[in-house]
């Protein structure tokens, strides 16, 4: 079996002309033309920013500046780091709840987290999977606190677009990419009467440069990806000066470049096509896999960003995650916890529970091998 990739992004040539359109600044119209685009897609106010995170903290000022004596935020005990850390970020405090084993927020849990003191709900789709935002805001409502529908894993399906606003990125491993790490994003603003709060700070945002140098280290570390995540050794120390220079975490808040707008541009004709790829590959692993293996997001058909398998027993999924990569195959292993107080919700959960190649060119007989790998690795 060839080397089995994540599936990072959805690149070709149509994406690299985009990116070398952008460099060459001949990409000046791409935001509009997104946001245009985006808004064809059935969103509402769109404002593109040049990460998903950045949009969840424009909206956090935005209800800050409105309810200044709410101080907590609920987030899902297990999510990306990035929500509780723009929380953190914007001055408030972020609340773990428990989430269900589809890896969404409890919606039973929410009843005894909601108070006077909380000024939203970061209500994450996660990978994908459709959270009933609708029944969050039934919670919400009557205690004034706002909902934020977090839909940056996915495109489609009328996710972020529940919420007083909506989330959407496209940084690496999202539905569609413009790169890492500002890959950009977009905020969706769907209670009418915080838009123009949102639209006056999204103004005075400063533009975003071209990020020549994060491009081409996404085009090689995640539209190639020539090797699987664990590098031989003399790659390594080649690399990874290099991976640390062009991935240096810039968390300045800006629109998104031109770059990154044109490149998730030319992947909106494709939408279909990438998310029909996806559920027929996830419908194979979904035939292969055995106990004591399962998949706690799967659904016949459903679009998902990642590919989650989960396990009784046996080892570890960093354990795990070591053996794959020498077997020639990208995993992941799942998102940290992000507080004692979500690590305590989680338990042991994700101790046994990793990341499977999901990448548009593996066939039906790379998903069984990948399969066959993990379980005698798993033991």
Known sequence: MRHARIGYCH??????????????GRAADAPERLTAAIAGLGYGDVHLVNRGKTGLSLALDVMKAQAPGRTKVLVPAYCCPAVPRAVRDAGLEPLAVRVGDDL????????AAVGADVLAIVAVHMYGAPLDVDAVTAIARPHG???????????GDDL???GDFGLLSFNQSKTLAGGAPNGGGALLVNAPELRDATRAAWQAMPRAPLRRRQHAWFLYAYALDPFPRRLPSYATRLVRPVAQWCEARDDSHSHMSETAAAAVLSQIPKLPTIRASRARIMGWYADAVAKPMWLPQYVPGAYRTRMIVAWDGGRTSREVRSAMLDAGISVRTPYPAWSDEAASLLGDRFVRQIELPCDPRLREADVRAIVETLARIIG
């Open 11 to 24: 690149w070709g040539a149509d994406e690299v002309r985009a990116v070398l359109a952008g460099w060459t």
């Open 104 to 111: 969404n927020l409890d919606i039973e849990a929410l009843p």
């Open 145 to 155: 606190i706002r909902v934020i529908d977090d839909a940056a894993h996915v495109l």
């Open 160 to 162: 972020g677009t529940r």
